[in-house]
Nanobody, 126 residues
Framework: QVQLVESGGGLVQAGGSLRLSCAAS????????VGWFRQPPGKDHEFVAA????????DYADSVKGRFTISKDNAKNTVYLQMDSLKPEDTAVYYC???????????????????WGQGTQVTVSS
């Protein structure tokens, strides 16, 4: 089990950028796959991006592909989500999630993850 803490959220104008961080405590973070999910106001959670335990494989939702980049620094026990060209529809609470998972199959479902952070608010103004 790992404990996750997100940071980096805030208010930004459309077209701007933010970088979210997901810091993990606990052992063997290098064995954990990590995903980012978001919950827009009044809507269900949705998949944003995910990365394999070693960082070699990534996957993105179509809505963010080409604008967001997920990366993993196992030495720092941290996963990042670089968000560029932000749009008002990106407004949401963003959560990171982790699972002890060394296979290269990317996990896209909330139910597949075991550990969750508390979330960080991202607001994009038009």
């Amino acid at each position: 089990q790992v404990q996750l803490v997100e940071s980096g959220g805030g208010l930004v104008q459309a077209g701007g950028s933010l970088r979210l961080s997901c810091a993990a405590s606990g052992r063997a973070f290098s064995a954990y796959a990590v995903g980012w999910f978001r919950q827009p106001p009044g809507k269900d959670h949705e998949f944003v991006a995910a990365i394999s335990a070693g960082g070699g494989r990534t996957d993105y939702a179509d809505s963010v592909k080409g604008r967001f980049t997920i990366s993993k620094d196992n030495a720092k026990n941290t996963v990042y989500l670089q968000m560029d060209s932000l749009k008002p529809e990106d407004t949401a609470v963003y959560y990171c999630a982790a699972k002890n998972w060394q296979l290269l199959f990317i996990l896209r479902s909330r139910a597949q993850y075991d550990d969750w952070g508390q979330g960080t608010q991202v607001t994009v103004s038009s």
